[in-house]
């Protein structure tokens, strides 16, 4: 069965959040910023070092964060996505199931950080994320 996970946004303090996070639940912390993605370009000087994903791994605990896009603020109710990992069997049976009468986001596609992903928002306003990492 799929793997459920939460993913949380920030307005800009993802790193700070994760840094606190992490001192306590200790296993080992990634982060990649904008500057660091290939959208770098598409992204101002000043928004470079805004997270675009962390996570925290110990053992089976998984934490997932980012920042917001640029220009995009967290609004009330929307610093939460429900991030499911599923395997390359079960994402588009998932994706087209649980996405039905919402708004896709993201289609499923092929991603540079090699894995097929996904976003959209269903049909009662919860913003969930898709990802099958491509060594599954």
Partial sequence: M????SYLTYNGNCREAVT????T???EMKLMTFGESPMADQVSESDRERIMHANIT???FVLMAADT???QPVVNGSSISLSIACTREEIDRLFAGLSE???VVMPLGDQFWGARFGMFIDKFGIPWMLN???KQ
């Avoid at 799929?2 to 996970?5: H, M, N, S």
């Avoid at 606190?20 to 001192?23: D, E, N």
């Fill in 2 to 5: 799929a793997l459920l996970q």
């Fill in 20 to 23: 606190f996070y992490h001192k």
């Fill in 25 to 27: 639940i200790g296993g």
């Fill in 58 to 60: 110990n053992g089976e």
């Fill in 69 to 71: 896009m640029p220009g």
């Fill in 101 to 103: 009468g919402g708004n």
């Fill in 132 to 134: 099958s990492e491509h």
